[in-house]
């Protein structure tokens, strides 16, 4: 579904005439309806990876492909959601979570956006303003705009990071929540080794200089699955293991610190 094939991203640098690389031939494979997480410490080019899948940025070699199509540019079937909510502050909630659904008839539009709200525990927020939300609330709308559309490919750039723990852990439901409908391929990316093995099917492990796939661990386990379980704390340090005692602080969140 998707497929990363020898991906390379090399940066500019008037320091080394080679540049800065910060990916090197990085492969691969993502099926339709998985979560994939991304873990690792900084610079280790996660977010250069996302940036690259969503067509925000160029490969300096090999493709990006989703559905056997190439990504060269922002795609339709690519959602991404960042770090902050990013709402519009003149349009209303239900404005905000419907602004990619112009296309679709008035009727069609409005029972989407209804069912999205319903979906993120907001029903009654559709007239509200942005700046009326709590920050956990506004990146539940943020997550309804994105999956709203209905993307083939979601891809969260560490969009919980900047939450408390108690909100953190309620919209990580949400997204599993808004997920079972239409089963999109997620790919997130997250310093949280917790959060990672709360919602993925698989976790890619990275490593920097350059950016490059050191292990890739499945998580087998049942959803919902509960922290600090024996199955769960034995996963947490083979991911450990393989970043290795300069990376474990990084990838580990505030309170594990």
């Given at each position: 579904m998707l497929r990363l094939d020898h991906i390379a991203?090399?940066?500019?640098?008037?320091?080394?005439?080679?540049?800065?690389?910060?990916?090197?031939q990085l492969t691969?494979?993502?099926?339709?309806?998985?979560i994939l997480a991304i873990v690792g410490g900084s610079g280790c080019g996660k977010s250069t990876l996302l940036r690259l899948i969503a067509g925000l940025d160029r490969p300096?070699?090999?493709?990006?492909?989703?559905d056997g199509e190439t990504i060269t540019a922002p795609h339709p079937a690519v959602g991404i959601v960042?770090?902050?909510p990013r709402l519009l502050a003149w349009l209303t909630v239900a404005q905000n979570?419907?602004?990619g659904l112009a296309h679709l008839p008035r009727a069609e539009r409005d029972a989407r956006v209804a069912a999205a709200l319903e979906r993120i525990g907001l029903p009654g927020?559709?007239?509200?303003?942005?700046?009326?939300?709590?920050?956990g609330q506004a990146q539940r709308v943020a997550l309804a705009r994105a999956l709203v559309t209905r993307p083939r490919v979601l891809l969260l750039d560490e969009p919980f990071s900047a939450?408390?723990?108690?909100?953190?852990?309620?919209?990580q439901e949400h997204l599993l929540a808004l997920w079972e409908d239409t089963r999109p391929t997620l790919v997130l990316v997250t310093h949280d080794i917790d959060e990672a093995l709360t919602l993925a099917d698989r976790i890619v492990v990275m490593q920097p200089h350059p950016g490059r796939i050191a292990a890739i661990v499945n998580v087998a386990l049942?959803?919902?699955?509960?922290p600090g379980s024996p199955d769960v704390e034995a996963l947490k340090r083979q991911i450990l293991s393989v970043l290795g005692p300069t990376r474990r602080h990084a990838a580990l969140p505030a309170a594990a610190e």
């Open positions: 991203k090399t940066y500019p640098n008037t320091t080394y005439p080679t540049g800065t690389q910060a990916l090197a691969l494979s993502v099926e339709a309806g998985e300096s070699a090999g493709r990006v492909e989703v960042f770090q902050e979570i419907g602004f927020h559709g007239k509200r303003w942005p700046r009326e939300l709590s920050g939450l408390d723990a108690f909100t953190r852990a309620d919209l049942a959803r919902p699955r509960q």
